[in-house]
């Protein structure tokens, strides 16, 4: 399987709901790859804030922060090569990078049917 990498900007959260308003392409992205993960698809993610070793340490990212800055970040590394850079991949370009069908963009439904709203009544 292919392996994606997402280098972000230091941020106080990767879902974008946090401070005054909302940004909904971390919203987008941050749900989109919680559904990847159900599915078995692991896209790893690094933080400039919380994790700037994991810049220091990939020559690659280094290369390119020390070229460019961190203002075209996020960069999107697939198999250890930059493929995106300034953006968040559409859901469309993860899927064709990943090789992985659209329908893993969905979260997988439990065949458990014991929650609390089965039968479609709630506690």
Partial sequence: ?????????????????????????????????????????????????????????????????NTKGVKRLPIIILDGEIVIEGRYPSNEEISELLDVPMSNFTKVESSNNNSCCSGGRCC
């Fill in 1 to 65: 399987m292919k392996k994606m990498k997402i280098y972000e900007p230091a941020m106080c959260c990767s879902t974008g709901v946090c401070g005054v308003g909302v940004d909904s392409e971390l919203l987008r992205i941050s749900t989109v790859l919680n559904n990847l993960t159900k599915n078995g698809v692991i896209v790893d993610r690094y933080n400039l804030s919380t994790t700037p070793q994991e810049f220091v340490n990939n020559k690659k990212v280094s290369d390119f922060l």
